[in-house]
């Protein structure tokens, strides 16, 4: 098992890649091998200097780097050396089976969608995440930011990669499929809505429970919530902002305050791509990165994108 892990992305990259690194090898109970892509004369004094073991890992070295502020294309087009290139190339190969990157955004997903390519069948992959549940439970949105306008089809298949995602990854058993709109009663909310909600009640492959609002977001009425990217975006955005009013007020310290750092989930996984490729935080320290590459090893290991392969196929 191989992990692609580009050590040049992020706001305190390489530290923060390679402190994340050594939390994973020094944690996980049978770790995969992580392929370290990056520029060599800036990674490897640090990996000496926190003592990480050189046996357990592969250096392959980048020359160049993807700013965030750079054309997403343009930048994987012309900068074939950079590491975020070189990872989705390792990835297409099949020398690594996972690939993680915090990152310029648009360059993941664009690498993602034209280099790895979506499953057949699936309309448009979607990103997802995790939401906190108060009963201690954890559910999942989708799709919080890479379709902002959806087909009622579309929705209809996130509803399935987002079961999916629930049920292997996090181990949910028939999760509940929710689609978020502003009333619980059938005909409810916009055009989208009402177009979507007889399309998921036919549905026999999800558990769809109906229309769920606002307020149902942390409780545990569905554990799978469906809507837009537009909507999704917004509402994982103000979900993030939750720790940081917390810190400010002195509160994060709350048992479950704290489970909406995002440090916790580490990144955002690609759905209904052929390969993992998980999108980590800007920000992301040490404990997102270790989360990170224990989220890829657990999508490799449950096979996630080949269940979704053969679930589409039929």
Same mark, same amino acid.
């Given at each position: 098992?191989?992990?692609?892990?580009?050590?040049?992305?992020?706001?305190?990259?390489?530290?923060?890649?390679?402190?994340?690194?050594?939390?994973?090898?020094?944690?996980?109970?049978?770790?995969?091998?992580?392929?370290?892509?990056?520029?060599?004369?800036?990674?490897?004094?640090?990996?000496?200097?926190?003592?990480?073991?050189?046996?357990?890992?592969?250096?392959?070295?980048?020359?160049?780097?993807?700013?965030?502020?750079?054309?997403?294309?343009?930048?994987?087009?012309?900068?074939?050396?950079?590491?975020?290139?070189? *990872?989705?190339? /390792?990835?297409?190969?099949?020398?690594? %089976?996972?690939?993680?990157?915090?990152? $310029?955004?648009? =360059? !993941? #997903?664009?690498?993602?969608?034209?280099?790895?390519?979506?499953?057949?069948?699936?309309?448009?992959?979607?990103?997802?995440?995790?939401?906190?549940?108060?009963?201690?439970?954890? *559910?999942?949105? /989708?799709?919080?930011?890479?379709?902002? %306008?959806?087909?009622?089809?579309?929705? $209809?298949?996130? =509803? !399935? #990669?987002?079961?999916?995602?629930?049920?292997?990854?996090?181990?949910?058993?028939?999760?509940?499929?929710?689609?978020?709109?502003?009333?619980?009663?059938?005909?409810?909310?916009?055009?989208?809505?009402?177009?979507?909600?007889?399309?998921?009640?036919?549905?026999?492959?999800?558990?769809?429970?109906?229309?769920?609002?606002?307020?149902?977001?942390?409780?545990?009425?569905?554990?799978?919530?469906?809507?837009?990217?537009?909507?999704?975006?917004?509402?994982?955005?103000?979900?993030?902002?939750?720790?940081?009013?917390?810190?400010?007020?002195?509160?994060?310290?709350?048992?479950?305050?704290?489970?909406?750092?995002?440090?916790?989930?580490?990144?955002?996984?690609?759905?209904?791509?052929?390969?993992?490729?998980?999108?980590?935080?800007?920000?992301?320290?040490?404990?997102?990165?270790?989360?990170?590459?224990?989220?890829?090893?657990?999508?490799?290991?449950?096979?996630?994108?080949?269940?979704?392969?053969?679930?589409?196929?039929?």
């Amino acid at each position: 098992m191989n992990i692609g892990l580009d050590m040049m992305g992020g706001d305190f990259a390489p530290l923060e890649a390679i402190k994340g690194l050594k939390l994973y090898l020094s944690t996980a109970p049978q770790p995969a091998r992580v392929f370290c892509i990056g520029i060599q004369e800036q990674i490897i004094s640090i990996l000496h200097e926190h003592e990480i073991d050189l046996t357990a890992i592969e250096i392959i070295p980048s020359t160049q780097v993807i700013g965030y502020n750079e054309h997403p294309t343009k930048a994987l087009k012309e900068k074939t050396e950079s590491s975020i290139s070189i *990872g989705f190339q /390792l990835l297409a190969s099949g020398k690594i %089976d996972a690939f993680i990157s915090a990152g $310029n955004t648009g =360059a !993941m #997903l664009v690498g993602a969608m034209l280099i790895i390519k979506p499953i057949e069948g699936i309309l448009r992959p979607t990103i997802a995440t995790v939401i906190p549940k108060l009963n201690g439970g954890t *559910g999942v949105l /989708l799709d919080v930011g890479l379709n902002a %306008d959806c087909k009622p089809e579309q929705l $209809n298949q996130f =509803a !399935m #990669l987002g079961s999916m995602y629930a049920n292997i990854i996090i181990g949910i058993e028939s999760p509940k499929v929710g689609l978020i709109n502003v009333g619980e009663e059938e005909g409810k909310g916009n055009l989208l809505a009402q177009a979507t909600y007889p399309v998921l009640k036919e549905n026999n492959q999800i558990n769809f429970i109906g229309n769920i609002e606002g307020r149902d977001f942390f409780n545990d009425k569905a554990d799978v919530m469906v809507c837009d990217g537009f909507t999704g975006n917004i509402i994982l955005k103000m979900a993030e902002s939750f720790y940081d009013i917390a810190s400010e007020r002195k509160f994060e310290n709350d048992g479950y305050i704290k489970r909406f750092h995002y440090e916790n989930y580490g990144g955002t996984p690609i759905l209904g791509i052929s390969k993992p490729v998980i999108i980590g935080h800007g920000i992301s320290n040490a404990m997102a990165f270790k989360n990170m590459l224990i989220g890829a090893q657990s999508m490799i290991k449950n096979d996630l994108c080949a269940t979704i392969k053969h679930k589409f196929a039929n």
